[in-house]
T-cell receptor
Framework: DAGITQSPRHKVTETGTPVTLRCHQTENHRYMYWYRQDPGHGLRLIHYSYGVKDTDKGEVSDGYSVSRSKTEDFLLTLESATSSQTSVYFC????????????FGSGTRLTVV | GESVGLHLPTLSVQEGDNSIINCAYSNSASDYFIWYKQESGKGPQFIIDIRSNMDKRQGQRVTVLLNKTVKHLSLQIAATQPGDSAVYFCAENIQGAQKLVFGQGTRLTINP
């Protein structure tokens, strides 16, 4: 998707290992979000950021941490991956709340074995 | 749980027919609504949005209707094409919140 890239696109990792997913934007948008998508659950918010170093928890934040040291990058870290964290992870960006929608990245498919 | 939901999880229509996808929301403070389309293996894509001071908005082959009285949102797709096959999500912005609330999604399949 234009202006937002996620890396890696696919990853297989072992239980107990740390994993970091990266979201990079070139739109200079203030808001960035991490979602996970699982069958039967739709999109669930993990964490979001409303500015550099400003982050907050979403509805499924346990086991995840985030960092945003600069406007363009929002990192999602699984400190010790578990099989329940096998999912597709989407990053989204927004210029403002209640004014604009979100632009989503293409997703990262993470498998924890 | 989420305040945005869907009446039907799946919808199957004939190619060329019109499609109507429904969404119910429960938060009267929601002031902005969006429909997204997600094709297999891709991220959700913005289709159309509508603000709470409107009851209808049209785009190219798509129309969104908002009925605030019954807290109902619908997406109408005219002359449905095979490329319209996807999962469609509605999302609402609750005034003052910093995040959208997404529905579960409706899978639209097109019969030839």
């Amino acid at each position: 998707d234009a202006g937002i890239t996620q890396s890696p696109r696919h990853k297989v990792t072992e239980t107990g290992t740390p994993v970091t997913l990266r979201c990079h934007q070139t739109e200079n948008h203030r808001y960035m979000y991490w979602y996970r998508q699982d069958p039967g659950h739709g999109l669930r918010l993990i964490h979001y950021s409303y500015g550099v170093k400003d982050t907050d928890k979403g509805e499924v934040s346990d086991g995840y941490s985030v960092s945003r040291s600069k406007t363009e990058d929002f990192l999602l870290t699984l400190e010790s991956a578990t099989s329940s964290q096998t999912s597709v992870y989407f990053c989204a960006i927004s210029a403002g709340q209640g004014v604009y929608g979100y632009t989503f990245g293409s997703g990262t498919r993470l498998t924890v074995v | 749980g989420e305040s945005v939901g869907l009446h039907l999880p799946t919808l199957s229509v004939q190619e060329g027919d019109n499609s109507i996808i429904n969404c119910a929301y429960s938060n009267s403070a929601s002031d902005y609504f969006i429909w997204y389309k997600q094709e297999s293996g891709k991220g959700p894509q913005f289709i159309i949005d509508i603000r709470s001071n409107m009851d209808k908005r049209q785009g190219q082959r798509v129309t969104v209707l908002l009925n605030k009285t019954v807290k109902h949102l619908s997406l109408q797709i005219a002359a449905t094409q095979p490329g319209d096959s996807a999962v469609y999500f509605c999302a609402e912005n609750i005034q003052g919140a910093q995040k959208l609330v997404f529905g579960q999604g409706t899978r639209l399949t097109i019969n030839p």
